[in-house]
């Protein structure tokens, strides 16, 4: 497997939350706030099935290119689905948990990505 940029990954992570239909995508980068990770990509699902589906897509794409997560948390309920490739952190939310959560409030000072080059045109 070749060499994959931290960027290529975060294109294709944001990519295949799109082609779900995934909605309010969002990448913040945190690498200068913290060693988490260098990105958090936010996305939400109108329905649990819709939040999994995402999530296995997202892990479906990048398993085509040998890369799987460190660790995954969430599937059982599917409101909050998380992926973690250490360089990126996805979190996939149900709408109502993204809601009760404000995740992306709580990482203002990251500096915002412009998903919208990623997306697909309506």
Do not use: C
């Amino acid at each position: 497997m070749a060499d994959i940029t931290t960027e290529k990954k975060l294109e294709i992570i944001i990519r295949a939350i799109d082609s779900k239909r995934g909605e309010d995508i969002q990448a913040i980068g945190i690498g200068d706030l913290t060693i988490l990770a260098d990105y958090f990509v936010i996305a939400n699902g109108g329905s649990t099935v819709q939040t999994k589906a995402m999530a296995e897509e997202v892990e479906f794409k990048l398993s085509q290119l040998g890369i799987e997560p460190h660790h995954t948390e969430g599937y059982g309920a599917n409101n909050w689905i998380v992926l973690d490739y250490r360089d990126i952190v996805v979190h996939i939310f149900y709408k109502e948990t993204r809601d009760q959560y404000k995740l992306e409030r709580l990482w203002s000072d990251g500096k915002s990505v412009d998903v919208s080059q990623y997306l697909k045109d309506e």
